[in-house]
């Protein structure tokens, strides 16, 4: 389903390089977690995904089932089935949740050619997804994320992330900053997306996530790259060795 | 050519409209002393501190004809934010009897919840019928003389509204009593290339009354024209009345208007002043707080693309003890239209307790557009609370991302962060016919067709 290459990519403005030859390829069907020390460049990894313009890719190639993403704009990829819960949700005062999870809806219907939905139709296709993910009616009508509590916004990006039924969908740090109950609350939102053709890449400092979340594949990504995978056991051992020994191990073998 | 005085009304090319006949004889000697008064202030120049930013050459540069009456009907649907409304109508700045409620004979009545009435009529009729009730008020709402005004603080001038006053016919003159419950639509219609319209409407809302009332006004588009109305306003002892001032007109159109607000003691004035259409627009919005326990909002959204030049001058004056007021603006300005904005608080030496809060926020959606803007606090009392701030700024990249990373197209994401924007004050609107109706012109504006 994804496949990226050799992708390099660099802060506009500067012109910083941060992803630096990065290579993963996902398969429908599959999850994926990709772990690494802060500031390594998952969360560009996943800005670059989405086509966020603050980031250049000089090099390589996004494939999504086989075609660029990179001249796609963000709305576009979000129409070809991409989809990033943030690591800071934005909030946008003065737009209602609905409202705007209305329009995108709404938006990505129209550009497949399909009948758009009015609010009650799409009050009745969002129901049982405010439940799973245990939103209020309150959370609901307020402003996208304003005012929001750190947990509630992780939830709101995962109620997001039901409601759209994207394909690949690229979870930065979901769960960060999630109490227990949350933490399962959005797992279970997750797992009940889990299906054979749809992929994720779930970002995560955390092997917590993963007893809830089960990868089939986990990655290590350090300045830029992805330097180590393996099955879910890797993460087992970066918990219990930090990412020392990988460095020593990458350093060895460059 | 250049004398000291200038020949104002034949510069506009109007001398004709100087010399028509003008109603009873206090209302002629009215006429004679703003002629006066026009006469002597000419039109200004940006030289004028009041007009740095807004030359008049686009106006003066062409020839203007006296506004004839115009057509009986109209091709295309006349405003209306909402189907229960009682609407008045007035064409070419004359009261329209067959288009304002049809069927309903003049004048226009009606019977609101709690008996309350309404009244609204020709302003012609009403100099001579209700001379009882206008004579103390048309012209008169503004205080004009320093003595009036107090020692410290000038009266404004303001030379449109003279020349108003010189050449208006006709109007509209409404009265509210008690609680009146449907919503009551003032429409202004000009057609007519080359003519020049002076509408003037004489509002009196009663003691102890309730009424929400919009005003709108729209031109065809069927070539440049000039309105330069006169709104006159008194809110009586406890009245509650909240006044969307709505200018949507076609972007050939010239609109240069004064707005005069009295307001008596416990009374509560809540304006809203809507800014979307005109080539030149240009309000002078004035309210005076002529007593105490007084709830004032003088809200204004303006939203200018294209070429436009829209610009609003708001004068509030705190005479009294305990007045509360809030004035928020919130100005979009896109390609290269130019914005202005001078909002000036007085607070007079009695005017003890005054909580006054002004607010004005510019939002830049592209390099070419221009915003100017002033606050002007002037404040002769001590023991009270006024703050003012102003910011500019433009479309933040991140909520657009985020917005547009789930699928929201680009322009229909600017749209509602726009909307969002200018939604601080357009949802302070009551009315939500109103507020829907207004937050649909504004998607139209924006390019985006939200159905
Ligand atoms: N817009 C930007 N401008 C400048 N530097 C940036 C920008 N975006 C990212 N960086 C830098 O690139 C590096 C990678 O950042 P990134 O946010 O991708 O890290 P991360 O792996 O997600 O870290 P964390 O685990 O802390 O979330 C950091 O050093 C960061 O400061
Ligand atoms: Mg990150």
Redo the contacts with the bound molecule.
């Keep these: 389903m994804l496949q990226i290459h050799d992708l390099h990519a660099q802060?506009a403005?500067?012109r910083?390089e941060?992803l630096k030859g990065l290579s993963l390829t996902v398969q429908a069907g599959e999850v994926h977690a990709v772990m690494?020390?802060?500031?390594?460049?998952?969360?560009?990894?996943a800005?670059v995904v989405a086509g966020r313009e603050?980031?250049e890719v000089t090099r390589g190639d996004i494939l999504l089932d086989g075609e660029s993403l990179l001249e796609s704009e963000p709305d576009e990829r979000a129409h070809r089935g991409v989809f990033m819960a943030f690591?800071y949700p934005v909030e946008i005062p003065g737009v209602s949740n609905t409202y705007f999870l209305r329009a995108a809806l709404n938006a990505r219907l129209k550009a497949e050619g399909k009948e758009e939905m009015d609010a009650m139709s799409f009050l009745k296709h969002i129901r049982a997804k405010v439940q799973l993910l245990g939103l209020s009616n309150d959370m609901l009508s307020r402003s996208v994320n304003e005012g929001f509590s750190g947990g509630e916004k992780k939830r709101n990006e995962i109620f997001q992330m039901a409601v759209l039924e994207p394909r690949l969908c690229v979870l930065?740090?979901t769960d960060s900053g999630l109490d227990i109950d949350a933490l399962q609350t959005v797992a279970n939102g997750v797992n009940a997306l889990r299906s054979p053709d749809r992929a994720f890449i779930v970002?995560t400092?955390y092997q917590r996530l993963l007893n809830f979340i089960v990868p089939d594949f986990v990655h290590v990504?350090m300045d830029g790259r992805i330097v180590k995978s393996g099955g879910k056991e890797l993460a087992l051992e970066l918990e219990d060795k930090g990412y020392g020994w990988i460095e020593a191990e990458v350093g060895a073998t460059a | 050519m250049s004398t000291a005085v200038e020949p104002s009304i034949s510069l506009l090319g109007l001398e004709a409209w100087a010399e028509r006949p003008a109603g009873p004889g206090w209302l002629r000697e009215l006429k004679a002393l703003a002629l006066e008064s026009h006469r002597a202030l000419g039109i200004p120049t940006t030289k004028h501190e009041e007009w740095k930013y807004t030359p008049l050459r686009g106006l003066t540069e062409r020839r203007w004809t006296p506004g004839e009456p115009g057509p009986a009907v109209f091709q295309q649907e006349l405003p209306r934010h909402e189907p229960n409304s009682v609407r008045v109508v007035l064409v070419n700045g004359r009261f329209d009897r067959n288009l304002s409620e049809s069927g309903t004979p003049s004048p226009v009545t009606g019977e609101g919840a709690g008996g309350g009435g309404l009244t609204a009529k020709s302003l012609r009729d009403a100099l001579t019928e209700d001379e009882a009730l206008v004579r103390p008020w048309l012209g008169q709402v503004r205080p004009r003389t320093t003595q009036a005004v107090g020692r410290e603080i000038k009266p404004d001038s303001h030379t449109f509204a003279e020349l108003n006053t010189v050449v208006f016919e006709d109007g509209l003159f409404l009265r509210l009593q008690g609680e009146i419950a449907p919503l009551v639509e003032i429409v202004h219609v000009s057609t007519g290339e080359g003519q020049a319209f002076a509408p003037r409407v004489l509002i009196l809302a009663e003691e102890g009354s309730r009424a929400r009332i919009v005003e709108t006004y729209v031109s065809d588009g069927t070539g440049p024209t000039f309105i330069l109305p006169v709104t006159e306003v008194i809110v009586k002892e406890g009245a509650h009345l909240e006044h969307v001032r709505v200018q949507d007109e076609s972007p050939e159109s010239f609109h240069i208007a004064n707005w005069q607000t009295h307001q008596a003691p416990r009374s509560e004035y809540h304006s809203y002043n809507v800014c979307y259409g005109a080539a030149l627009a240009r309000v002078d919005q004035g309210i005076w707080l002529d007593g105490e326990d007084t709830v004032t909002r003088l809200d204004g959204v303006v939203c200018a693309s294209g070429d436009q030049h829209i610009d609003n001058h708001t004068r509030l004056d705190h005479a009294f003890p305990n007045g509360n007021s809030f004035e928020i603006y919130k100005q979009v300005v896109d390609d290269r239209a130019t914005v202005v904005f001078n909002g000036k608080i007085f607070v007079h030496q009695d005017a003890q307790k005054t909580d006054a809060k002004q607010t004005n926020q510019a939002l830049l959606l592209s390099p070419t557009a221009t915003i100017d803007s002033k606050p002007q606090l002037e404040i002769f009392a001590d023991d009270v609370k006024c703050t003012h701030g102003a910011t500019v700024g433009q479309l933040e990249d991140l909520p657009l991302f985020y917005m547009r990373s789930r699928g929201v197209p680009k322009q229909q994401a600017e749209a509602v962060l726009v909307y969002a924007f200018a939604a601080e004050v357009l949802e302070l609107i009551t009315h939500e016919g109103v507020r829907q109706s207004l937050e649909k012109r504004l998607y139209e504006k924006l390019g985006v067709d939200l159905t």
């Design positions: 802060v403005d500067d910083r941060i690494g020390p802060n500031g390594s460049g998952k969360s560009t990894l800005n603050t980031y690591q930065d740090e970002v400092h990504l």
